[in-house]
């Protein structure tokens, strides 16, 4: 191919968080919650725009948010309709419960403004848990935006709360001690 049909996309090469920036945009890209986590890749606006998003690792994506590109527009980004289930339940302490048992298989969950609703991404078993909870699943389409990890670390699935440091996890030393090897 000659070098004059290689197309310049532009790059998105910053973040903004929602509470950052505010203000207009041009443009917009709507992404499920999966692909709301990237650090590099084409994407396509809503209005045809396709640019490269060219972080320096790989980031969260969250609904409002900005993605700065080298020209200095802003393109928001939304997120996608997706498969989802809401949870309902009539008791308090039956929601916590239930809270607790979708934490406990670190299932990403979204708690929903009104205080009464979880939402999960569809899967049939998780469903038959919460009926047998009793919890009334009602599936939909709808944007998925489920709380951040804890300690402020975004898509963590592990126990562990100290943050991560230079040494393998997987050295037979370590795992034999049981415990991270001395400075």
């Not at 998925?144 to 997987?170: M, S």
Request: glycine content about 10%.
């Amino acid at each position: 191919m000659p070098i004059s049909q290689f197309h310049y996309l532009p790059r998105a090469i910053e973040r903004l968080t929602a509470d950052r920036w505010s203000g207009g945009t041009e443009d917009s890209v709507r992404l499920d919650y999966d692909g709301r986590w990237r650090r590099r890749v084409r994407l396509r606006t809503e209005a045809g725009l396709a640019f490269l998003l060219d972080l320096p690792e790989a980031t969260e994506l969250r609904e409002g948010d900005g993605l700065k590109l080298e020209d200095g527009r802003i393109i928001r980004v939304h997120a996608a309709p997706e498969p989802v289930v809401d949870v309902h339940c009539g008791e308090p302490a039956r929601l916590a419960r239930i809270a607790w048992h979708l934490g406990n298989r670190h299932l990403p969950t979204q708690v929903l403004d009104d205080g009464e609703t979880l939402r999960i991404r569809q899967d049939h078993v998780i469903e038959g848990m919460l009926v047998a909870l009793g919890a009334s699943p009602v599936r939909r389409q709808a944007a998925f935006n489920p709380e951040g990890g804890a300690y402020g670390r975004g898509r963590h699935h592990g126990h562990d709360a100290d943050p991560p440091d230079d040494t393998d996890p997987y050295d037979p030393g370590r795992l034999l001690a049981g415990r991270r090897p001395r400075p």
